[in-house]
Structures are given as C-alpha cells and as structure tokens.
C-alpha cells in the first residue's frame, strides 16, 4: 500500500554520531517532518529499541519515520533506497542516479552532497547549480542534502526542500 500523506519537505537524516543530540533535533523538526532513521552500525537491539522510541515520538508529532537498512523495523512509515510499502526516499549524486530513483519509483529524491558536509568529510560538494541541474524537471519532491540549513537552503532553486544532520543541531 502506498503513503497517502503528503511528502515531508524537512527532514533529519540520523546517525550515531548524534548521541543525545538526536532528541534535540526531533524536537525541533516542525510537525509534517520526516526522519531518515540510518544508525547503521547501531546494535540490531538497541537499534529496535531507538525506532520504537523515535516512531512513538513520530506519530505524537506527525512525522514521518523511513528506515534506511536492510533489516526491517516494526512501524516504519516507509523506507530510503529500498522499495517497499510507504513513502520511498532515494539518493543521487548524479543526474542519472536521480533518473534511477524515478525508475524504482521514489517519492523524494535527496540530491547530495550540495555544499561540504561534516557527515562526509572531503567528499566532492556539487555546489548550487549543479545540484539544481540534477533536480531540474524530476517528478519526485527534490530534497537538498549535504551542509544543508535553512540558510543555505535559501540559497537554492529548484527544490522542494532539504535534509540534514548537523543542520537541526
């Protein structure tokens, strides 16, 4: 069955890095949010347990909860590069990864790294206009990611909203 509800257009992507941190930022995403839930290296019990606590938290507030990963999480709302029920989110760093998420259907597609990103050090930024090259005339919500804020979002066209990490701190 697919999501009925509109695609958030604000989203907090987490990881373990975050430690306590995370609480602060889901209390600060405005209701109609969504969370990418990525604490991959995370213990698989701890890692229910940390869901259970975010998707409770999610449905008080009225955000969105997507898994990213493999293992499948009890309450998901939907998943990040992974097909399956719910909202589907997807990556792309190129235009042609972007092409892709349409392929499989995605609902958002997060168009990363725009600017230089503490989550991937020295990785390549696309900057403004290629970033907004590669959301040009997609289907899908198109999130910026990567050094993303409210400000640096104001910087860009051609999205729809944008992600981030360090951005909700």
Same mark, same amino acid.
């Given at each position: 069955?697919?999501?009925?509800?509109?695609?958030?257009?604000?989203?907090?992507?987490?990881?373990?890095?975050?430690?306590?941190?995370?609480?602060?930022?889901?209390?600060?995403?405005?209701?109609?949010?969504?969370?990418?839930?990525? @604490?991959? %290296?995370?213990?698989?019990?701890?890692?229910?347990? &940390?869901?259970? %606590? =975010?998707?409770?938290?999610?449905?008080?507030?009225? &955000?969105?909860?997507?898994?990213? #990963?493999?293992?499948? =999480?009890?309450?998901?709302? #939907?998943?990040?590069?992974?097909?399956? !029920?719910?909202?589907?989110?997807?990556?792309? @760093? +190129?235009?042609?990864?972007?092409?892709?998420?349409?392929?499989?259907?995605?609902?958002?597609?997060?168009?990363?790294?725009?600017?230089?990103?503490?989550? @991937?050090? !020295?990785?390549?930024? =696309?900057?403004?206009?290629? %970033? +907004?090259?590669?959301?040009?005339? &997609?289907?899908?919500?198109?999130? %910026? =990611?990567?050094?993303?804020?409210?400000? +640096?979002?104001?910087?860009?066209? #051609?999205?729809?909203?944008?992600? #981030?990490?360090?951005?909700?701190?």
């Amino acid at each position: 069955m697919r999501y009925r509800h509109p695609v958030p257009r604000l989203w907090l992507m987490t990881d373990e890095r975050m430690g306590a941190g995370l609480w602060r930022a889901v209390r600060r995403l405005p209701r109609g949010s969504g969370i990418v839930f990525r @604490h991959y %290296a995370t213990p698989a019990r701890e890692r229910r347990r &940390l869901f259970a %606590a =975010l998707l409770r938290i999610s449905r008080r507030r009225g &955000l969105v909860l997507v898994r990213a #990963g493999d293992t499948r =999480l009890a309450g998901e709302m #939907g998943t990040h590069k992974r097909r399956g !029920g719910g909202i589907v989110t997807w990556p792309a @760093h +190129s235009r042609e990864q972007a092409v892709r998420a349409m392929r499989v259907g995605a609902d958002a597609v997060f168009i990363s790294p725009v600017f230089p990103t503490r989550s @991937h050090p !020295g990785a390549p930024a =696309l900057g403004a206009r290629r %970033a +907004s090259a590669i959301a040009r005339g &997609l289907p899908a919500t198109r999130i %910026a =990611l990567g050094g993303m804020d409210a400000r +640096s979002y104001a910087r860009l066209a #051609g999205f729809d909203g944008w992600a #981030g990490i360090d951005g909700w701190l």
